[in-house]
């Protein structure tokens, strides 16, 4: 979700009025066993916004401030939009450890697996093989860094994608979660590799418990992200490592949300942006802070480990 600070509440600093933001949608309580250690993801009570909480399928809506990120003036709203699904995949790259060297597997070519795609070959994976029944998706896999892409209608995928890295994959990227990705995604980590469940699941799976017992492979799942894995998703954008041209391949305005919905069902597009139109409070705040900061160098933005904007040039 991208957009613009039209108020904030009192108290609240290092953000105003006029500022182009993305909202981390996760919103943690802060206070449970978890959160107090800075363990937010596993909140007990995590509410995520568009789910459990207003979502941007509005004009307008609140959120608690800690919980939107600064974005540079350079950046367009569609890469600005594509920042929370980038820090996804960034978390999920992370949660494996080092990948300099690695070789990856990432079944599932849509909007996190060619994420996690850009983000693991800019974490150093020496070789990338993606899996997907769509052909214009393997193709975006090709152009956005993977070695070879193979498809699992035809036939099954698991050999050409082993024989990518030589062998089999250290890491597997489960961008799907069904259970034909998950006995794909078991298969192309022997022998002890990690699978690495990231995308979500409409439903419970099996697994064969001996195979990963006696083949040593490590499971692990993965969801959303935390602040300084923006910071780093905003650095590769600003940095140009995602063409949002090879992502978003439709966009529509919040009047047709219904459409949008359907088109996305039948898996023909990558990334669906919803549009709305600019209310006139925020438009006015827009153009309210762009006078308030004119002058400033708003390419110039320094943010604290905490993700808060602590200065300008």
Do not use: W
């Given at each position: 979700?991208?957009?613009?600070?039209?108020?904030?509440?009192?108290?609240?600093?290092?953000?105003e009025?006029?500022?182009?933001?993305?909202?981390?949608?996760?919103l943690?309580?802060?206070?449970?066993?978890?959160?107090?250690?800075?363990?937010?993801?596993?909140?007990?009570?995590?509410?995520v916004?568009?789910?459990?909480?207003?979502?941007?399928?509005?004009d307008?809506?609140?959120?608690?401030?800690?919980?939107?990120?600064?974005?540079?003036?350079?950046?367009?709203?569609?890469?600005?939009?594509?920042?929370?699904?980038l820090?996804?995949?960034?978390?999920?790259?992370?949660?494996?450890?080092?990948?300099?060297g690695?070789?990856?597997?990432?079944?599932?070519?849509?909007?996190?697996?060619?994420?996690?795609?850009?983000?693991?070959v800019?974490?150093?994976?020496?070789?990338?093989?993606v899996?997907?029944?769509?052909?214009?998706?393997?193709?975006?896999?090709?152009?956005?860094?993977?070695?070879s892409?193979?498809?699992?209608?035809?036939?099954?995928?698991v050999?050409?994608?082993?024989?990518?890295?030589g062998?089999?994959?250290?890491?597997?990227?489960?961008?799907?979660?069904?259970?034909?990705?998950t006995?794909?995604?078991?298969?192309?980590?022997?022998n002890?590799?990690?699978?690495m469940?990231?995308?979500v699941?409409?439903?419970?799976v099996?697994?064969?418990?001996?195979?990963?017992?006696?083949?040593?492979?490590?499971?692990?799942?993965?969801a959303?992200?935390?602040?300084?894995?923006?910071?780093?998703?905003?650095?590769?954008m600003a940095?140009?490592?995602?063409?949002?041209g090879?992502?978003v391949?439709?966009?529509?305005t919040?009047?047709?949300?219904?459409?949008?919905?359907?088109?996305?069902?039948?898996?023909h597009?990558v990334?669906?942006?919803?549009?709305?139109?600019?209310?006139?409070?925020?438009?006015?705040?827009?153009?309210?802070?762009?006078?308030?900061?004119?002058?400033?160098?708003?390419?110039?933005?320094?943010?604290?480990?905490?993700?808060r904007?602590?200065?300008?040039?």
């Amino acid at each position: 979700m991208a957009g613009v600070v039209g108020k904030t509440g009192h108290g609240v600093t290092g953000l105003e009025a006029g500022m182009r933001v993305i909202l981390g949608p996760d919103l943690y309580c802060g206070q449970c066993g978890y959160c107090r250690p800075g363990r937010y993801i596993p909140c007990q009570r995590l509410r995520v916004a568009g789910c459990q909480a207003t979502g941007a399928t509005a004009d307008a809506f609140t959120a608690p401030a800690g919980r939107f990120h600064a974005v540079p003036d350079s950046m367009t709203d569609a890469q600005a939009a594509l920042l929370e699904p980038l820090s996804t995949a960034v978390h999920a790259v992370r949660m494996v450890g080092q990948l300099a060297g690695a070789a990856v597997a990432v079944p599932g070519g849509g909007t996190i697996g060619l994420l996690t795609v850009t983000a693991a070959v800019r974490a150093g994976a020496r070789a990338v093989a993606v899996s997907d029944p769509r052909d214009g998706k393997r193709q975006r896999a090709l152009r956005l860094g993977a070695a070879s892409c193979a498809g699992p209608l035809t036939a099954d995928p698991v050999p050409a994608m082993r024989e990518t890295p030589g062998g089999h994959a250290d890491v597997t990227f489960d961008c799907v979660s069904s259970q034909a990705s998950t006995a794909q995604a078991i298969r192309l980590a022997e022998n002890g590799g990690t699978v690495m469940v990231t995308g979500v699941a409409a439903g419970d799976v099996t697994i064969p418990l001996p195979v990963i017992q006696h083949r040593q492979i490590r499971l692990a799942g993965s969801a959303i992200d935390v602040r300084q894995e923006v910071l780093r998703a905003i650095e590769l954008m600003a940095d140009g490592a995602v063409p949002a041209g090879e992502l978003v391949t439709a966009t529509l305005t919040l009047t047709e949300g219904a459409q949008a919905f359907k088109q996305a069902a039948s898996g023909h597009d990558v990334k669906i942006h919803l549009v709305t139109a600019c209310p006139a409070a925020a438009r006015a705040a827009i153009d309210q802070g762009r006078a308030t900061r004119r002058g400033r160098d708003r390419e110039d933005i320094r943010l604290n480990g905490a993700g808060r904007l602590i200065s300008r040039r």
